[in-house]
């Protein structure tokens, strides 16, 4: 099994910056790739980044040019850079590993962009 932690959330105005970290124990050979998923409230889970284990990302196109995504398998680590943040960009960040056939789940941190 693989067990995910997140830090790093918290309040920040528009326009700042924060950096989400999730690490990674346990079976993490078993992982294949990691993302990021966020939650706002009163809207569904929506996928904001993934990274594979080769290294090859993608975003949703909301967040594309303000976040970046990394990976230090040397930590077991992967982190979101949160640049430009905005209002909308407020919700539960959750960290996400797939370990086929399954995902695991990291317990959330929460992100507050105030305006």
């Known amino acids: 099994q693989v067990q995910l932690v997140e830090s790093g959330g918290g309040l920040v105005q528009a326009g700042g910056s924060l950096r989400l970290s999730c690490t990674a124990s346990?079976?993490?050979?078993?992982?294949?790739?990691m993302a990021w998923h966020r939650q706002a409230p009163g809207k569904q889970r929506e996928l904001v980044a993934v990274?594979?284990?080769?290294?090859?990302?993608d975003y949703a196109d909301s967040v594309k040019g303000r976040f970046t995504i990394s990976r230090d398998n040397a930590k077991n680590t992967v982190y979101l850079q949160m640049n430009s943040l905005k209002s909308e960009d407020t919700a539960v960040y959750y960290c996400?590993?797939?370990?086929?056939?399954?995902?695991?789940w990291g317990h959330g941190t929460q992100v507050t962009v105030s305006s």
């Open positions: 996400v590993a797939n370990t086929p056939p399954s995902y695991t």
């Open positions: 346990g079976s993490i050979f078993s992982i294949n790739l």
């Open positions: 990274i594979t284990s080769s290294g090859i990302t």
